[in-house]
């Protein structure tokens, strides 16, 4: 089945909304500013309908099958909270009201800022990015503020190493930043006698993925930090994989200076088909000055009475990079990432992760037979395959993904990490069954 | 054990025995000892219903636009989301899917895009407009970066008629990278003061950045304005309103090079502030210095028409630090919901909101500048306009919301010349009735005083 | 892709939804009562979503395709009934509160039953019956008490078209009537003659449908309503059909005593796989007092003031044949109904006919050609043709529907009804577009 | 012209060419010329946006159970409805489907009707149910109608212990074939009167109707019952409450004949009263007397599962006024909304949400009782009781809306001999906290007096 287009669709005198009618009188429009055609299609609403609803099911979507694409972290997500990010008391408030009409998302923004604080290990909170790569940017810039706040203009490279997701060299340039890239080592670990070499005063950071996007632990987590810190640099953590490691490691605790979130990976926001996310962004209380303004806080008791507000945004940062966004991040993504940290608490995280990293590690397993495995040891919360042998057969992995299509099922993240020949990036996360597996 | 993980203890317990190891617990031996089993101090877990109702309770401690008349825009904007759009968007194949890129099982999304970004185009008068930017913002933003690699030019010209976020959001964005930005002062009536664009606009400005209709409401002149930037080789950045796109001619049709805007108004409710998404559009020749994804079309090798996301050598996934943007994932889903809702406005549909919007705009206005000590400020509007005040600007709000009306954004903290005025929005939700509630509140607010 | 069943997918100890913790102390359980097996499947949310949207895929629906069963009135319906319909003080109000809290739902009840009666021209309504063939029932049984109330019992029969919906006949049967067909004449309306004869002292009534399931209008309308009424009989209107008359006719004015709509046909409810349905049951003033009880009244401004509330529900009727069932009728559904009266309004009701009428005929010009037309005349609402010469050539008509579900069709209604032999029965609805057709 | 009738002016004007025709109304002259066109006196139309507005006020005069903790039972239930079960009952290919003569295009509706059934049987445990009744009610006159055409025998014992309004639907749906309808009183503590039944049930009986737990909560004896029945050959009809179910023996162990209940718990709100949906279930012996739709298992021509609608010539479109019953049009829908969650629930989950129910309404009953002037009667029970109260069972209610709780069902309509009582209903929904304040309430009350 092919569906027409819209425009294809469209026939002239069609509308697919009724308005009101006008019920104040007329003004003179500015006639020299009007536009004479507005081409956009004209269709009822009855073929609008049957138009996305058939679009939709050429998709595939987490709700319709399995999805384990690497790096994607594509868990299903409880329908609970599309209702509740719904409530008109969420979504039907606008970002200017007075702080006293929208204490209700105050409190929750606040709450969830100290939440993830505790998650991470990392006191401060941003939640103004609204992507993983947003969240990058934030914080490097971050970095490069802290840097310069203490006169330490030089350093103007960023170390990424060869594994990382595109975004973190792509976000350190968008700063500025020289990257200079670091090898893993035949573990998969950052090569730590290389990142020792590289790392000195005109180093502003080390931006490392934990675990990586080959689904492996740093195992010289404290070692590297060690050689960072101990040469005046930052280490920045991207956090997108954070689904293997909740209630198990707080980055924070192991020398993670900033490090973002993707809320629409590990905290529950369906994929969207790209969005939208929320890459909230925490850092140590040393960086906290540098956040992006406004922050959400919390008054003090007597204040609060005084005021009338407990929550309130909080503009006073003079350190700040300054805004990264029109307003305050995504708020509808944060409503159900609180949803779900409501409903897990500190037992439910720690079982999201045991359960996606033991899905990944019995896939892992079960796969091993029959393809390359490029590092020898037990992942986290997702495992990178390498289609190497059957490539030499001729069958390369972007053959085996469209066979699995063919099948019914999405296929895996492909060609990522680029460090992998014919790489198959498999991430089954914890909502996942044995049986499907 | 949660009712989202379907593993049971049994098979759990499968799983270790094939693992060949005795507990979970061992696969994390891996993480330093003493970093390993923090003691998380979080809220004890809640069932379904108890969250629900718990969000209930928060959502309620809020007043929201349903129960109150709301004459705040400012970047925000309340307009009519017909139930279709949600209906479309709440479809689990739509917003259960990742990124399309393995176009085989994402027809869906990848149409939608497509369809989305040619009424971008329709709308903007461009001839290419991408897959979303994060919001207007960082749209506009992004548009400045644009510009610097188009034209290898650092130097930013910003007419300070633009919502002031974006300028500071600008500013962020550009801060790392070095690039110089001149903010343009405000003529008279509240546009941009042309003759000072002249006198900054040089052979080093990348772009001339400006908004229209501009953060107080006015209509800019951006047939001069992009004869001006072009006349030194320097870009025109237009940051529309969609909204007002239904009625006013094209940003393209009048020279614009990149235009953006934010898409929150065309089917997406305020949401205090997000999921928005940013439009973003520009002409054929700048096309590779585009950031974001693109969708385009292709054939199959059967010969039948597909989709697919294209020019992908210009994003991080493949260029790392040399793509034009860091943008990955980006506001797919609301960008679907925009898609929908022009899909459904359609041609008579978007003109007649804007329509509703202009005139209900006036109504107040006039109605508003005609009472004893309030003026209007500025020129020609669209749906927002400056009002000046008889008492503190903040002391109006209270008053107002005294009578349960949201009021207008205060001007003060953006603009000191405008201590004592509000910017009030008018929109096609407004009844007469709320407006002319509003003039009467502010009648009497204003005898008070 | 067959999809497994819940049974087949349910593995033991999963579940889909956490329960709130037990509040309060344990009381003792009736161990003599208690089951020890509850052998309901076990699955997790996620499962249940994935195998539930898969499912709906494997359906057809009003928004995915062009429907044209004929006698279904498979018109799309606006997405912002459901919206509506669901609106918190809709559904989550107990049918038992007190008229004062819920005074909302009565007045939208009152006003739904004063607008159906505006457009029967039968000024008393029940909203009661949540079907039509339920509508069907509570009619044959007003006119039933409505005899029986005058003494008249020697009425036992009830005459039938042979055109008739099944559910005429067998809701005759259900009130204890002896079920006697009348025939149709050539031009395919009821024979006046046959209806002349059958007509007498020993008959209840006449149920015919009007416009009949052929889609044709009764030509002689005034003529039946002379010769039953005549012969002291009552004439019951099946109105399942009013799609096609909104606006243009009021059947109260053409002699109806009696008549159902089905709300989930003609005022836009979806048919939602067979159900929930309306079957709103219109009278004349002299049948109100059979109505079932409650029925939704108005209080007059002094009592209104006095009791606090404006509507209330009535019992207090004597007469009335009693409940036909749980409660006051399927209001979710009435919201619908009302919503969709509200958008429409006089002028929007008629175009909703003339367009239903005027796509009827336009596909019965097209199609004419190519199938028999067993009746020469224009329809109204639905066409009915017959596949009698297909079948000579081997081609039955369940053939036909099969190779347009190829085509990505949904198929018209077929074997029905059962006068037109091969039949194929096509009703487009209001809401198809001219390209569709 | 409405955004629903895609049709244009352009449109007709091109179809009444092809038809020969000059204007839409010539299709109408068929209708007599007096009759034509009547003047309908009815609101004027109106937008999506104010059609939304109006329903909002209007829904916002009621006071819902979001707001106020209930206590009313009776017939229709407050239980928790996870968010899961409307997620899939808004599936368009779901909700926009007719009924499934077509199974090609149906195996959606098909396979969730028949897990619907087949969960159904393992509720009850009987051998057969049907695709579902209009309601709890209608279910159960037609449990009459069909033991009559079981056992060809005209008389029905129905105990008085049965929710009043399902008694008079059944004297309503027996009027017109004229059954003979007896009641049986209630012993001591509520229940059946079992001598009274003895002594009423002849050869002549098709059936004796009980509710178990029955209206006032409690639970009656179904094994002795069943006995009773069987040993004059009538069939013994239970109508049960499904969620009991989760914990309380199912009716078919104990020898029911045919089950039937009311769904509406099932995942589905109080909805004001409907719509809901009644449950059929029956011994395979019986099965082609049971009224309505059935949808069975069937291997098509290459082997491949599937399901159709079976046994259809039972059926009015087949039989006409032969069938087994009129109904066409079931409540589908509802019935896909309680197999959800059904499977939601699942072997844990409802046993759970029985368990919260019986400790909560038992808790409150103690409370209660403990009362000074307050009395509890009746034996054993669920999650209904029955509670005589110091003053007029409607003043209670008043003053308990006083206090914004939503009080018990007031038993004087039904019950002259419990004039004084209110019948308390509650679950899962409601709190410790709730229930206190409702103690707490009922002291201040009984103290007033
Ligand atoms: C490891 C990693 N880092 C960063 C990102 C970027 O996140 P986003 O797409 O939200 O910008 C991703 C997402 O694909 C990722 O997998
Ligand atoms: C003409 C006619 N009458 C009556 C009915 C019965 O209505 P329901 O299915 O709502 O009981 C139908 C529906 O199929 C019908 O088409």
Redo the contacts between chains.
Sequence with gaps: MTEPLLFELSSPGRTGCRLPDLDVPESVLPEDLLRDELPLPELSEREIVQHFSRLSQLNFGVDTGFYPLGSCTMKYNPKMHEDVARYAGFIQIHPWQSELTVQGALQLMCELQEYLAEITGLPAVSLQPVAGAHGELTGMLIIRAYHQSRGDEGRVTVLVPDSAHGTNPASAAMCGYKVVTVPSDARGNIDVEELDRLMDESVAGLMLTNPNTLGLFEEHILQIEEIVHGAGGLIYCDGANMNALLGVARPGELGTDVLHLNLHKTFSTPHGGGGPGGGGTAVTEELSAFLPVPVVARRGPDEAAASGAEYYLDYDRSLSIGPVGGFYGNFGVMVKAYAYLRSLGERGLREVSENAVLNANYLLTQIKGYYDLPYERSCLHECVFSGKAQAKLGVHTLDIAKRLIDLGFHPPTVYFPLIVDEALMIEPTETESLETL | ????????????A???E??GINS?EE??E???AQ??????????????????R?????????????HHP?F?G???Y?H?V???V???A?????????????P??????L?????FQ??VC??TGMDAAN??M?????AMAEAG?MAARVTHRYKLLVASSI?S??R??L???T????MEIQEIGRAEDGVVDTSQAVQLLDDGTAALLVQHPNFLGG?EDLALLSELAHSVGALLVVCADPIS??????PG?LGADIVVG?GQCLGS????????VGLFACRQKYLRQIPG?LVGMATDAEG??GFVLTLQPR?????????T??????????A?AAG?Y????????????A??C???A??AA?AIAALPGYERLGG?FFKEFVIRTPVPASEV?DQL?GHGI?GG?ELAKDYPDLAQCLLFCVT??N??QD?DHLVEALTEIGEER
């Excluded at chain 2, 709440?90 to 393995?102: C, D, I, L, N, V």
């Excluded at chain 2, 149409?111 to 369809?115: L, R, V």
């Excluded at chain 2, 796109?245 to 094209?250: I, V």
């Excluded at chain 2, 359609?346 to 909101?353: A, C, E, K, Y």
Aim: proline share 5%; charged share 25%; with cysteine.
């Design positions: 054990m949660s009712s989202y993980i379907p593993n049971t203890d049994t098979d759990r499968k799983m270790l094939t693992l979970v696969l994390f891996i993480v330093p970093k390993r089993y923090p003691q998380l101090d979080l809220p004890d877990p809640l069932s379904e219903m108890e969250v629900k718990l969000l209930q309770a928060l959502a309620e401690k809020n007043s929201d636009l349903n709301c705040l400012a970047g925000s309340h009519f017909p139930s279709v949600d209906h479309i709440s479809r689990g194949e739509f917003y259960t899917a990742y990124t399309p890129y393995q085989e099982v994402s027809q869906g999304t149409t939608s895009i497509y369809e040619s009424m329709a709308l897959a979303s994060y919001d207007g913002a960082t970066l919502h976020t974006y500071r959001v500013r962020t964005y801060q790392g990278i070095g209509l796109l239904g009625l006013l001619k094209a049709d934010e409710p305020p949401s205090y502030g997000g999921p928005y994804r039948r028409r994003e991080q996934h493949i260029r790392r630090e040399k793509a943007s860091n943008i990955c994932t980006n506001e797919a889903l609301v679907l929908t022009l899909a459904v406005m359609g041609r008579q549909g978007l003109r007649q909101v329509e509703l202009y005139h209900k006036h109504y006039e020609r709000n919301w949201i954004y096609e939700m009844t007469r407006i």
